[in-house]
C-alpha cells in the first residue's frame, strides 16, 4: 500500500498550568503552588483505525482514545 493510505482522526490538545507565589517571614524564602491541567478541554482524542486486515470485524474500527484530562498539583519551597 502507499503511504498515508490510512488516516486517522484528528488531534486537539490545550494544556494549562497557573501557579502563585507566596512571600514567607525570612528573607529571601517563598513558597509555590502549582496547577497544572494537561488536554484541559477533556477532548476526546481517538487513537488510529485498526489496521489488521485480517479481522474484519475490528478492521477500519477506531477502538480506544488518548489518556484524557490529567492534572496535577505541587508546592515547592523556593530559598
Known sequence: TARNTLLGP????WDFSMLKDFSMP????????RW??????NHPNWNVPSPDVR???TF???LTARTMREM??????IF
Open 36 to 41: 497544572e491541567a494537561f488536554n484541559f478541554s
Open 10 to 13: 484528528g488531534y486537539a490538545n
Open 72 to 77: 496535577q498539583f505541587a508546592l515547592k519551597w
Open 60 to 62: 477500519g474500527r477506531v
Open 55 to 57: 479481522n474484519r470485524n
Open 26 to 33: 525570612w528573607e529571601g524564602h517563598r513558597l509555590q503552588f
